[in-house]
């Protein structure tokens, strides 16, 4: 009974501190980040998966999976 309340209440605390993060620097990382790939796809074709890494993480946590 002791740990089903103290998970509960720690889960609580985790949702709570998701809601507050701001995201919306992630965003316009992701958005930044998504331009200069597609830059790189266009003049520079074999380096653009050395921008993937920073799209998609800023992707992930633009939608707070990470």
Do not use: G, H
């Amino acid at each position: 009974m002791v740990a089903i309340t103290f998970t509960i209440i720690f889960a609580q605390k985790d949702l709570e501190m998701d809601n507050t993060q701001p995201v919306k620097k992630y965003w316009i990382l992701f958005i930044l980040s998504v331009i200069i790939q597609l830059v790189f796809l266009i003049w520079i074709r074999e380096y653009f998966w050395i921008v993937l890494p920073f799209v998609l993480t800023t992707f992930c946590k633009s939608i707070r999976i990470i």
